[in-house]
């Protein structure tokens, strides 16, 4: 129904940045949410930042005034800026979406494929 497409992972050293895209396609009538999740190797997935379809964007902890997160709505696209990266930044990076689709009577949630991110030191 709802495909998501990630780009812009790869290796950056310690105190780089990188940014990572995010782009929906399908049968898409609103999204409710749109964002990134990250699982490091061994441990659990963890949320990372969102926006909502009311304004409001959030984030983690660990990132909050390192990674921005901004959308383009006409391309049903989400960035999410990544400055001054450390080595626990180091993970595969999964972007989501809370969609509306055609012929749906609820939004439903739709995962990409993973984009690695290795920051080195």
């Known amino acids: 129904q709802v495909q998501l497409v990630e780009s812009g992972g790869g290796l950056v050293q310690a105190g780089g940045s990188l940014r990572l895209s995010c782009a929906a396609s399908?049968?898409?009538?609103?999204?409710?949410?749109m964002g990134w999740y990250r699982q490091a190797p061994g441990k659990q997935r963890e949320f990372v930042a969102h926006?909502?379809?009311?304004?409001?964007?959030n984030y983690a902890d660990s990132v909050k005034g390192r990674f921005t997160i901004s959308r383009d709505n006409a391309k049903n696209t989400v960035y999410l800026q990544m400055n001054s990266l450390k080595p626990e930044d180091t993970a595969v990076y999964y972007c989501?979406?809370?969609?509306?689709?055609?012929?749906?009577?609820?939004?439903?949630?739709?995962w990409g494929q993973g984009t690695q991110v290795t920051v080195s030191s």
């Open positions: 399908g049968r898409i009538v609103r999204i409710d949410a």
């Open positions: 989501f979406a809370d969609v509306w689709t055609i012929g749906t009577i609820r939004p439903s949630t739709s």
């Open positions: 926006w909502t379809r009311s304004g409001s964007t």
